[in-house]
T-cell receptor, first 115, second 114 residues
């Protein structure tokens, strides 16, 4: 069964510092992987997705993620954090069950950015 | 362009009262629709999904039910709310892109059961 593990429920960085949010997946088939961001009391917004094309995926707001099959990882990075990046981030993997595509989400990582 | 609406945005209900949350999608036809619940400090739990009018699949047994009376309308209901029903409820729709679905989320409804 497909699953996603996000290491660290909270990550704190200073403004301008590197952001690294970790995601490891478990999948019996080549995975489709996603990162979503959620601002307080809002829905989820897609940041980026891996769909078996380039292993380095660039998304919105300067974020990118690298798919590493050998490490079963899909970590999210941003070179320089901005105050507006403070939010909760979810990694997800797509899987098929009964002919229907679903997403399974990690438990999320809250990013805190200090001045 | 497609948009997804949810209402109400926030709701405070007493234990034992009924519930009806509504989700509508604009700008697309025959979407797959989903209801998720997000409890404090936890990830997203898929509650229901629907591939068409009147077609509902439940992921977990619970105090809730879902209905899809129209193509782009998805309703989450309960006859009697429990304290454990409190949470942030998200509706989503998806578009098929080859071998995977890309899901788009609504703004959510914050439900507090007292």
């Amino acid at each position: 069964a497909q699953s996603v593990t996000q290491l660290g429920s909270h990550v704190s960085v200073s403004e301008g510092a590197l952001v690294l949010l970790r995601c490891n997946y478990s999948s019996s088939v080549p995975p489709y992987l996603f990162w979503y961001v959620q601002y307080p009391n809002q829905g989820l917004q897609l940041l980026l997705k891996y769909t078996s094309a380039a292993t380095l995926v660039k998304g919105i707001n300067g974020f990118e993620a690298e798919f590493k099959k050998s490490e079963t990882s899909f970590h999210l990075t941003k070179p320089s954090a901005h105050m507006s990046d403070a939010a909760e981030y979810f990694c997800a993997v797509s899987y098929a069950e009964g002919g229907f595509q679903k997403l399974v989400f990690g438990t999320g990582t809250r990013l805190l950015v200090s001045p | 362009s497609q948009t997804i609406h949810q209402w109400p945005a926030t709701l405070v209900q007493p234990v034992g009262s009924p519930l009806s949350l509504e989700c509508t999608v604009e700008g697309t036809s025959n979407p797959n629709l989903y209801w998720y619940r997000q409890a404090a400090g936890r990830g997203l739990q898929l509650l229901f999904y629907s591939v068409g009018i009147g077609q509902i699949s439940s992921e977990v047994p619970q105090n809730l039910s879902a209905s899809r009376p129209q193509d782009r309308q998805f309703i989450l209901s309960s006859k009697k709310l429990l304290l454990s029903d409190s949470g942030f409820y998200l509706c989503a729709w998806s578009v098929v892109r080859g071998k995977y679905n890309e899901q788009f989320f609504g703004p959510g409804t914050r439900l507090t059961v007292l």
